[in-house]
């Protein structure tokens, strides 16, 4: 999450220059000739326990599997449930178990790049640098900031970072000799120069902050250490102070420079002091080059005044509130508005057990999977599955988990992370989990690959090893053979080949031993979308077009379709699509419009053809209607205006679009207001829009909003803005019901309530080459203009006045109104198709495509997965659908007269 705040704490050790720590990884080498007795433990394969009969029943939690990291390292996956608005919610949690009496396991701080701090990295990224088997983030830090822990980070007795002036912030730590501990602490440290005097140290390695309770500048009259363990030549930016600045190498000074700083980073091996104000006095006064000096710091604990010698921690990792105490809910430490307390979002801790052997690493899943959760519910999670002492470390879009799969050798993350799949924010600071243990003998093996594949995909298949410590060995010299269980995968010789969907068994066969894994062969069931790469294509002959489709999964991961497992439908024109390329053969007589539609095993997608293309819309180099920035709450400021371009577009005029949220409450937004309130129209049913936007990080939500019958429609343009520079977007319209009378009214940023912490309160981006796609599919024959009066129970029906008698009369079913769709086409332009043998209807008008099936609620809209109350119905072979669906979807206006019980359906 990375609040705006820093730690209140204490003071630190002796003096320490900065780091980087190499963790090899460990990978035994067994020949083939030792593999001979080891044979017939193949049959071990991972060791993954089904739920746990402890927790079921009448404990909200259930233990889904366990898995084993390494020796000493277990990961369980958990299941809780809570309450919320009377409803039982059920989260998905995660939990890294470490014994701390095992010498062959060990926890430690992770730091950027390169064990240096202003130096943001991914948590998997810093595991695979230093070597950790399983980690996650841990301290919070200023997103808006150079990318510092605000607490203490002690590794191997080294401190990087010391906890900052701020109230209520705890720590955990773990001593040299395995005991945990959590606690607040503050920093206690001093210079003593050649001629024995001394000046307090306020911190080692820390940015500028407003200390608490005073809110003062943290760096006005302070003396600070910075190490080499800083990475930034700014120590530090932004701090409203003019340093002195002194280079210390073997505790004699090298190098003093009066009112300003030492060019270049700490030199490895020395560190710096950074003076202002009286502290500056001091040096001046008392330091010279070639002089001696020596600093000297400790920890000391809040709660109970004792010190804590930083060289006798293996290390320490800083946190927000106390969650968990004595094995109970804990009262907050520190307020827990900043991070979002009271709203389930994405949560890390840490905590340990009542006799101090284990320490809990715990995360709380958000994702399409898991809701997240309020700290409160947090707690109830930790005392529930042992944690005796507990805390909270960064979350939200913060949190994430890798673990290296037994046999593996590399980390890879645990769940989706809040960011959407894959993605993974970039923190300041980790937890890692490292493993000591020494080359052992091999212990098992396990098929390795990947465990679900799209139809057409193929796969190659390894055994790998693991050894008594559960730590990978080379089992490559291993020769097996391999076949699948049934028909969904077939070998081909080198590797399996998704053939149909299912779950099918891979079994490896190596002498008398054997060992097997299922793979599941995804069908469409198993998507929420699928996308094309180019969404329209103008309807010429002779076009052609590079197509690729990506399947987003259930799971919140994407991947490309194989173009083999794609069945594609021309209709308006003769096409193909071979190696990729989709080409427009020849035009069909009258076709005012084509559709190339894709499935894969069913779930469809559409790329709308027309006679029209793109039409630039707006590229702000000729104005000629006003444009404002208003913002809300009232508090929020800024400014709109059309101004030069840079970077790319520094030839060109842009929609500059400044923004400073930083006052008022709750939600937050910054407009850029075209033509006052009125908006200006855009083309008619437009079906994407593509549009330059110059991004500023800030991680906050970029929109448009448009205008159509009066009600405000809006638009995702980005659901984070997590790039700089220029970066052109393109957005699919086909499901937002524009039609033919829209105006775009704004472009604007939001800054949510809920996470507002770790976005960006001021900014700046802007707007460029607005363009709509625009398919010509309205004319005559596909979007007539229509009156539509159906009664229900009636098989009469009035168009344009005059009565006509169809052979299925609308009827009302429980509360839900269900009418002929393939009359209400007739009349308003479009086609229905229906499919037999999968009771499938298409039904095609405008830039919609929509596949309803029967007795299903799900439904796919422009190749995205949508669920509706209830389902189509079919009455003397005729499809009736839900009238909701005509209004929503298809843009026809519908009007129900409750009295005579009739429906008017206009366009």
Do not use: C
């Given at each position: 999450m990375g609040e705006y705040l820093y730690i209140m704490t204490d003071r630190n050790q002796e003096k320490r220059v900065g780091f980087v720590v190499s963790r090899g990884k460990r990978l035994a080498i067994v020949t083939l000739a030792g593999l001979i007795w080891i044979q017939p433990v193949l049959s071990l394969g991972p060791l993954s326990a089904p739920t746990d009969s402890a927790y079921a029943a009448s404990s909200p939690v259930v233990k889904l599997g366990e898995e084993i990291i390494t020796s000493g390292a277990k990961l369980a996956h958990y299941q809780y449930a809570v309450t919320r608005s009377g409803s039982t919610v059920k989260v998905l949690a995660d939990v890294i178990q470490v014994d701390l009496t095992n010498p062959y396991v060990k926890l430690d701080v992770m730091t950027g790049k390169g064990g240096q701090v202003t130096t943001r990295q991914s948590v998997q990224g810093m595991a695979k640098e230093t070597g950790a088997v399983a980690g996650v983030n841990a301290d919070f830090f200023n997103v808006n900031g150079q990318g510092v822990p605000m607490g203490a980070s002690i590794s191997e007795g080294t401190m990087i970072t010391s906890p900052s002036e701020l109230q209520g912030m705890y720590a955990f730590a773990v001593s040299k000799s395995g005991t945990p501990t959590i606690d607040e602490y503050t920093f206690d440290g001093s210079i003593r120069a050649q001629d024995g005097t001394t000046f307090p140290l306020a911190g080692i390695n820390k940015e500028a902050y407003r200390t608490e309770p005073d809110k003062g500048y943290s760096h006005v009259n302070a003396l600070y250490i910075y190490t080499s363990a800083w990475k930034s030549t700014d120590r530090p930016k932004d701090s409203s102070t003019t340093p002195t600045e002194v280079l210390v190498q073997n505790n004699v000074v090298q190098q003093i420079s009066p009112g300003a700083a030492i060019p270049g980073e700490v030199p490895e091996g020395a560190y710096i002091l950074r003076a202002h104000g009286t502290a500056a006095a001091y040096i001046t006064s008392h330091l010279a080059v070639g002089q001696k000096v020596d600093a000297n710091y400790q920890l000391r604990s809040v709660t109970t005044g004792n010190t804590l010698d930083p060289n006798a921690q293996a290390m320490m990792v800083g946190g927000h509130t106390l969650l968990v105490s004595n094995g109970k809910a804990a009262a907050f430490t520190r307020s827990t508005s900043s991070i979002s307390g009271s709203s389930p979002v994405a949560r890390t801790a840490v905590g340990y057990s009542k006799d101090g052997h284990t320490a809990y690493i715990i995360t709380a899943q958000k994702n399409e999977n898991s809701s997240g959760m309020k700290l409160s519910e947090l707690q109830g999670f930790m005392t529930s599955i042992g944690v005796w002492k507990g805390l909270d470390l960064d979350g939200g879009g913060s949190t994430t988990m890798v673990n290296r799969p037994l046999a593996e050798t590399e980390v890879g993350l645990t769940f989706g992370t809040s960011n959407g799949g894959t993605t993974q924010r970039l923190v300041a600071s980790g937890l890692g989990v490292y493993s000591e243990a020494p080359q052992g003998t091999l212990k098992g093996l396990k098929v390795s690959g990947a465990s679900s594949l799209l139809i057409g995909q193929e796969a190659s298949y390894k055994l790998k090893g693991y050894d008594t410590y559960y730590n990978p060995v080379d089992a490559s010299g291993i020769q097996a053979s391999w076949k699948s269980s049934n028909g969904s995968l077939v070998w081909t010789g080198q590797s399996f080949k998704a053939a149909k969907p299912g779950i099918a068994e891979i079994t490896a066969v190596s002498g008398s031993a054997k060992t097997s894994m299922k793979v599941n062969v995804l069908g469409g069931a198993d998507l929420n979308g699928l996308t094309a790469s180019t969404q329209s294509l103008p309807l010429v002959a002779g076009t052609s077009a590079d197509i690729s489709v990506t399947a987003q999964l259930k799971n919140g991961s994407s991947v490309k379709v194989p173009a083999e497992a794609l069945k594609w439908e021309f209709?308006?024109?003769?096409?193909?699509?071979?190696?990729?390329?989709?080409?427009?053969?020849?035009?069909?007589?009258?076709?005012?419009?084509?559709?190339?539609?894709?499935?894969?095993?069913?779930?469809?997608?559409?790329?709308?053809?027309?006679?029209?293309?793109?039409?630039?819309?707006?590229?702000?180099?000729?104005?000629?209607?006003?444009?404002?920035?208003?913002?809300?709450?009232?508090?929020?400021?800024?400014?709109?205006?059309?101004?030069?371009?840079?970077?790319?577009?520094?030839?060109?005029?842009?929609?500059?679009?400044?923004?400073?949220?930083?006052?008022?409450?709750?939600?937050?937004?910054?407009?850029?207001?075209?033509?006052?309130?009125?908006?200006?129209?855009?083309?008619?049913?437009?079906?994407?829009?593509?549009?330059?936007?110059?991004?500023?990080?800030?991680?906050?939500?970029?929109?448009?909003?448009?205008?159509?019958?009066?009600?405000?429609?809006?638009?995702?343009?980005?659901?984070?803005?997590?790039?700089?520079?220029?970066?052109?977007?393109?957005?699919?319209?086909?499901?937002?019901?524009?039609?033919?009378?829209?105006?775009?009214?704004?472009?604007?940023?939001?800054?949510?309530?809920?996470?507002?912490?770790?976005?960006?309160?001021?900014?700046?981006?802007?707007?460029?080459?607005?363009?709509?796609?625009?398919?010509?599919?309205?004319?005559?024959?596909?979007?007539?203009?229509?009156?539509?009066?159906?009664?229900?129970?009636?098989?009469?029906?009035?168009?344009?006045?005059?009565?006509?008698?169809?052979?299925?009369?609308?009827?009302?079913?429980?509360?839900?109104?269900?009418?002929?769709?393939?009359?209400?086409?007739?009349?308003?332009?479009?086609?229905?198709?229906?499919?037999?043998?999968?009771?499938?209807?298409?039904?095609?008008?405008?830039?919609?495509?929509?596949?309803?099936?029967?007795?299903?609620?799900?439904?796919i809209i422009n190749g995205k997965r949508k669920q509706v109350a209830v389902s189509p119905i079919l009455i003397n072979n005729r499809t009736l659908v839900p009238l909701r669906l005509v209004s929503e979807q298809l843009g026809i206006a519908v009007k129900w007269e409750q009295k005579t019980k009739s429906i008017t359906l206009q366009s």
């Open positions: 209709i308006g024109f003769s096409g193909s699509v071979k190696e990729g390329t989709l080409t427009v053969q020849s035009i069909k007589p009258g076709a005012q419009g084509g559709y190339a539609i894709a499935r894969y095993d069913g779930f469809s997608t559409v790329i709308i053809l027309s006679q029209a293309g793109q039409q630039t819309w707006e590229n702000f180099e000729n104005v000629s209607y006003p444009i404002a920035f208003t913002g809300l709450p009232v508090e929020a400021k800024g400014k709109a205006q059309v101004v030069q371009g840079t970077g790319d577009h520094a030839s060109s005029k842009v929609l500059q679009l400044d923004y400073d949220l930083t006052g008022g409450t709750g939600n937050k937004y910054a407009y850029a207001q075209l033509n006052g309130t009125t908006g200006k129209s855009v083309p008619e049913n437009p079906t994407s829009m593509s549009i330059d936007v110059l991004g500023d990080s800030s991680l906050n939500w970029a929109r448009a909003e448009f205008e159509v019958g009066g009600k405000s429609v809006y638009v995702d343009l980005a659901r984070q803005v997590d790039w700089t520079g220029w970066k052109t977007l393109n957005i699919d319209l086909t499901t937002s019901g524009l039609g033919s009378s829209a105006k775009l009214k704004r472009v604007y940023v939001v800054n949510l309530a809920d996470g507002q912490d770790e976005r960006a309160l001021t900014g700046s981006v802007a707007f460029d080459n607005i363009q709509f796609s625009v398919p010509d599919l309205g004319g005559s024959a596909n979007m007539k203009s229509a009156t539509v009066v159906m009664t229900v129970g009636q098989k009469t029906i009035s168009a344009d006045g005059k009565k006509i008698t169809v052979d299925v009369a609308p009827i009302v079913k429980g509360d839900v109104t269900y009418v002929p769709i393939r009359y209400v086409l007739d009349y308003f332009g479009g086609q229905a198709n229906w499919e037999g043998a999968s009771q499938r209807i298409t039904v095609l008008r405008g830039g919609t495509m929509m596949d309803l099936t029967l007795g299903s609620k799900d439904i």
